[in-house]
């Protein structure tokens, strides 16, 4: 079983662009060590860092816009065996499908054809997603996820019926893509990490 850690300082990650993170997770084959405290990536092991801003205090900057930071886990291992993660910022108050829909994380697998999903509104049940962190910025199950759901664990949504927080919601977010087609187990932990100490 592979471990995902993503490093935090405070409630958002630090430090490293997600452009960097994203291309360097898809492209990572090998044990890679950028420059601290950034991020470290090994064999059944990730950290990930991402971008918000925080000043010295530990406050986060006024001047930054409030956004959710997400954590997209596929449901597929890279070659090297590690798990694939997609790091991606959104304002909240939007539904969970369109998140995903405009960040190209893959939502429907199989089912991406117009013919095999309802499209959004909530009648099919093919965009479940397990939601492994930050279930306090969602809103509660709707009729139709209880319905879909039923059997599915406490923590599976339906992306298309699952609002993620208000417009000034900041947070962490951690969603397993297709957990019905999930062909590896991982596990989150959530490491704080202080910026101003060597890593």
């Not at 798990?83 to 190209?104: E, Y």
């Not at 397990?130 to 969602?138: A, I, M, R, Y």
């Amino acid at each position: 079983m592979g471990s995902l850690q993503l490093s935090s300082c405070g409630s958002s990650f630090c430090s490293l662009p997600f452009h960097l993170i994203n291309s360097t997770i898809a492209n990572s084959h090998s044990t890679l060590r950028p420059s601290k405290p950034h991020s470290f990536f090994s064999r059944g092991k990730i950290r990930a860092v991402s971008t918000s801003q925080e000043n010295p205090s530990g406050a986060i900057d006024p001047e930054q816009p409030p956004l959710v930071d997400f954590a997209f886990v596929s449901s597929v291992l890279l070659p090297d065996q590690t798990p694939d993660v997609h790091l991606r910022q959104a304002c909240g108050g939007q539904k969970l499908r369109n998140i995903m829909l405009d960040s190209n994380i893959d939502l429907y697998g199989p089912y991406a054809r117009t013919l095999l999903n309802c499209g959004g509104v909530g009648t099919c049940g093919t965009c479940m997603v397990e939601v492994v962190q930050g279930k306090e910025l969602l809103n509660p199950r709707t009729g139709k996820e209880k319905e879909h759901l039923k059997k599915k664990p406490k923590n599976w949504r339906l992306a298309c019926q699952t609002t993620v927080g208000k417009p000034d919601s900041r947070g962490l977010v951690v969603v397993q893509q297709l957990p019905e087609w999930k062909a590896h187990e991982w596990r989150y932990e959530e490491i704080l990490v202080d910026p101003s100490q060597p890593s």
